[in-house]
């Protein structure tokens, strides 16, 4: 069966450290890999984009990776805040409007 | 720019009640979502549209109806509601391209049946 995986549901940092956040899937054959941000009470909000063949992809602090071989993407966040503490989410894209995504991770900066 | 907003933030049904949830951008997208959230399931996509007039089944679209009568509004039904709707419903848009392309999400609806 089809399996996207966000590692752990919570995770918990240091400020100023880097936070590593795992996407596992299984079954899928994605084209995109996207990430989103979800505050408490609010939707979703998309962060970054990477494509298949793409294998790393930046935005000033935020890092994603993407292992099609391993069928795996992390996010990392560097110099970690209390304002990036949220629920992360990736989503899986393989085909126009088949958009698959994790059940998020969520992330604690503690100051 | 409102972006995409949803009417209403809350509403509380019984089991067997109808009510439709409304959608709209102002960000001229073509293609509109409606997605439900449940805690350990993760955003599934109950209905899509990729253009006015037209509509088109997601994931989990058994127990709900939709329209996409102006390009700008995308409604959601639900003809008679059961507790296993209880979930919070966000609406998204995009640019053509469909997913490929960044979808901007609205605040959610939170509805309980009972």
């Known amino acids: 069966s089809q399996k996207i995986e966000q590692n752990s549901e919570a995770l918990n940092i240091q400020e100023g450290k880097t936070a590593t956040l795992t996407c596992n899937y299984t079954?899928?054959?994605?084209?995109?890999l996207q990430w989103y941000r979800q505050d408490p009470g609010r939707g979703p909000v998309f962060l970054l984009l990477?494509?298949?063949?793409?294998k790393e992809k930046r935005k000033e602090r935020l890092k994603v990776t993407f292992d099609t071989t391993l069928k795996q993407s992390l996010f990392h966040i560097t110099a970690s805040q209390p304002a990036d503490s949220a629920t992360y989410l990736c989503a899986l894209v393989t085909g126009a409007n088949n958009l698959f995504f994790g059940t998020g991770t969520r992330l604690t900066v503690i100051p | 720019n409102a972006g995409v907003t949803q009417t209403p933030k809350f509403r509380v049904l019984k089991t067997g009640q109808s009510m439709t949830l409304l959608c709209a951008q102002d960000m001229n997208h073509e293609y509109m979502y409606w997605y439900r959230q449940d805690p350990g399931m993760g955003l599934r996509l109950i209905h899509y549209?990729?253009?006015?007039?037209?509509?088109a089944k997601g994931e989990v679209p058994d127990g709900y109806n939709v329209s996409r009568l102006k390009k700008q509004n995308f409604l959601l039904g639900l003809e008679s509601a059961a507790p296993s709707q209880t979930s919070v419903y966000f609406c998204?848009?995009?640019?053509?391209?469909?997913?490929?392309?960044?979808?901007?999400f609205g605040p959610g609806t939170r509805l309980t049946v009972l």
């Open positions: 990477i494509r298949e063949n793409e």
């Open positions: 549209s990729v253009g006015e007039g037209t509509t």
């Open positions: 079954n899928y054959s994605p084209a995109y």
């Open positions: 998204a848009s995009s640019s053509p391209g469909g997913t490929t392309d960044t979808q901007y």
